[in-house]
């Protein structure tokens, strides 16, 4: 029999990852994206998966970082996401970066050549119909309003919001290196790099804190009509941190700690401006941690005062916009369907997660789900010992109110983190008793080997038959 294909809206990292899942579990979709006919205030261009903030997916060690066991459990489970990157991977000491432009088009050209995917350039203004069956929606944090609005109507209940922001980028060849240097913090060696990933501009205590009051008293973007949205604070602008005070930025994003002026190695640095690589070509430049809503000309005064970026030209300044996510744990159930409406999904960071490999897993995990359901089988989420069992455990249960809050939930956005796992017992190592820093990463790596063994398990044993209803 023919098998109805599945709809899936949005075309961002989610989308992709679960056309890509149903598609590779032999299950037709069509994938609906709007880019092509309309644009949105962030994309630069049509291409599915097109990363418009970052081009990192963050660290990429699946012994003691959390990212890094998500990366692990991506390509276990085939994640197209994950062998797009690994395919056009940039130095970025011990994260796994990208060539944003390689990347995504490594994306389109795999779901465009797939024979069960169909991609429909078009604007889906409003909830997919009923005849569509199941569908997944993936319209990311940039969910056009009409859209949002379908789904405040569907829902009744209020999308909620927080403000995010984009880090300028900046051509290399006009980096003065006669001022800045070469060097990953701590010389770590990551994903095909050299342990020389970063380039490094260094401040000391006066050029700092005259840095920090010009980004406190630079003239920025407002937007009144977002008044009372939160921030997420793992993409707060650098002049909101500043803000906060005067030494959050050197324990922050210019924080000076493993690095060594190769021009001045006898002088420590107060603080530290880090820029990674952007593209394959190395000719761009982006600047970590420096997401700002800073107005353009003030972008340009302001960080042209760091050494080495004097006569710096940017090939794209920052900029922020809206990003809109669902109140999850009440609205969805533990496989990411709309408790009103089961035939719809929601994947990506209209859930509630954050960051791209976050966004990615729960495109996986959702494509999965689909695929299973229209095959016959059980929709088994992965075990909560899992990164991506543990994610969609706090996108479906959430955060607990607190007697501060009113008895209120207050849900925000998450970044995978071992703090979302179940706690994990440490043996003792020949009666060592282990204290400090040396237990913490001894419960990490326990946690990370807990995972991908859980992971493996319930890839294993995932296409479960679905139960035969009592008659």
């Not at 409003?126 to 009409?146: S, Y």
């Not at 990615?360 to 299973?372: C, H, N, P, Y």
């Amino acid at each position: 029999m023919a098998q109805d294909p599945i709809h899936i809206v949005g075309g961002g990292l989610a989308g992709s990852e679960a056309a890509w899942q149903l598609a590779t579990s032999g299950v037709p979709v069509v994938l609906h994206e709007m880019r092509g006919t309309r644009g949105t205030d962030a994309h630069k261009t049509d291409a599915l998966a097109e990363l418009v903030c970052s081009n990192s997916f963050r660290s990429d060690d699946a012994e003691t970082n959390a990212v890094g066991v998500l990366h692990a459990e991506m390509r276990l489970a085939g994640s197209l996401i994950m062998r797009c990157a690994d395919a056009h991977q940039v130095p970025a000491g011990g994260a796994l970066a990208v060539d944003r432009d390689g990347f995504a088009e490594a994306v389109t050209a795999a779901l465009e050549a797939h024979p069960l995917v169909s991609i429909a350039r078009e604007e889906v203004a409003t909830l997919p119909p009923a005849e569509w069956g199941q569908t997944i929606v993936a319209t990311g944090p940039l969910t056009a309003e009409t859209l949002a609005e379908a789904i405040r109507a569907e829902t009744g209940a209020e999308a909620l919001a927080f403000f995010d922001a984009i880090a300028p980028i900046v051509h290399f060849d006009t980096i003065d290196m006669g001022k800045a240097w070469f060097q990953s913090r701590y010389d770590k060696v990551g994903p095909g790099g050299t342990g020389k990933d970063y380039v490094n501009c260094p401040m000391d205590r006066e050029q700092y804190e005259a840095f920090v009051a010009a980004l406190v008293a630079g003239d920025k973007t407002e937007f009144r009509e977002w008044e009372g949205t939160p921030y997420f604070d793992g993409c707060l602008p650098i002049e909101v941190m500043a803000e906060r005070g005067p030494e959050t930025l050197r324990h922050g994003p210019m924080k000076p700690m493993g690095l060594t002026n190769a021009h001045n190695p006898t002088v420590k640095a107060y603080a530290v401006v880090q820029l990674r690589q952007d593209n394959a070509l190395g000719t761009l430049y982006n600047m970590v941690g420096f997401q700002t809503k800073l107005k353009y000309a003030e972008q340009v005064r302001v960080f042209r005062t760091i050494p080495g970026l004097e006569n710096a030209e940017f090939a794209r300044l920052g900029g922020l916009h809206r990003n809109t996510y669902l109140n999850s744990p009440t609205l969805l159930d533990g496989t990411l369907r709309l408790k009103s409406r089961p035939s719809l999904r929601f994947a990506g960071q209209i859930t509630g997660c954050e960051g791209y490999v976050e966004s990615a897993s729960v495109g996986l995990m959702a494509g999965r789900f689909a695929a299973a359901e229209a095959l016959g089988n059980a929709a088994i989420p992965p075990p909560a010992t899992t990164a991506m069992g543990a994610l969609l455990a706090h996108i479906t249960g959430g955060h607990l109110a607190t007697e501060e809050e009113g008895g209120k939930r207050s849900f925000q956005p998450m970044n995978v983190n071992f703090g979302l796992f179940p706690p994990v017992e440490v043996p003792r190592e020949e009666g060592k008793r282990l204290r400090g820093k040396e237990k913490t990463m001894a419960k990490k790596r326990a946690m990370s080997r807990r995972a991908l063994a859980d992971f493996s398990a319930w890839l294993a044993g995932e296409r479960a038959p679905l139960p035969i209803a009592a008659e």
